[in-house]
């Protein structure tokens, strides 16, 4: 089931999160759930237990990605695919949507590629460990939905 999150969910989330922190995924507590409740966030579920999640920040005619992972242990089944098309098809509306990316987040990469989102930038040394952000765009809502 996906749904959008509650204020109740946060601790769900925060565990999710603390088992796979790393140079590409660093989000300590406090400022995870700021960005929680600045924003949208939308998650899946299986049997009451959070798979994944995404905080979608609106900013006008863009829609950012700020925050996503899926539960440790559940990686590479499907979890955040199905989770990213339906909610860029139901809870985004039009414009574009834009995401960052650990240069080495191999794993990551090849989602948002498999989603057709294009490489349109790069921040270097962006990250604490030397690495480069890599800047993600998807133009057309309807290259993955459709
Ligand atoms: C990146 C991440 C969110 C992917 O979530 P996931 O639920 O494992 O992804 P899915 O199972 O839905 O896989 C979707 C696609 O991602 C790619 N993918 C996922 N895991 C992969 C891996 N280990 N190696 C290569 N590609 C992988 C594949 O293209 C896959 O599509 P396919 O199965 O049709 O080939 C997950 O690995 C994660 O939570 N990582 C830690 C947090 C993180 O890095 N967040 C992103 C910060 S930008």
């Given at each position: ?48 237990q ?9 900013r ?84 993955v939905?459709?």
């Amino acid at each position: 089931m996906i749904r959008r999150l509650v204020e109740s969910d946060i601790n769900q989330v925060l565990s999710l999160t603390q088992s796979i922190q790393g140079p590409g995924f660093h989000w300590p507590e406090s400022l995870l759930r700021e960005e929680c409740r600045m924003h949208d966030v939308y998650g899946s579920f299986h049997e009451e237990q959070l798979m994944a999640f995404v905080v979608v920040a609106h900013r006008g005619w863009v829609s950012e990605l700020t925050v996503l992972a899926s539960r440790k242990g559940a990686h590479g089944k499907g979890w955040m695919k199905g989770l990213l098309c339906e909610v860029l098809e139901k809870f985004v509306q039009g414009g574009e949507v834009w995401l960052e990316v650990h240069e080495g987040n191999l794993a990551a990469i090849k989602l948002y590629e498999g989603l057709k989102f294009q490489l349109v930038g790069r921040r270097p040394r962006y990250y604490s460990d030397g690495a480069d952000a890599l800047q993600y765009t998807l133009f057309s809502k309807g290259s993955v939905v459709n």
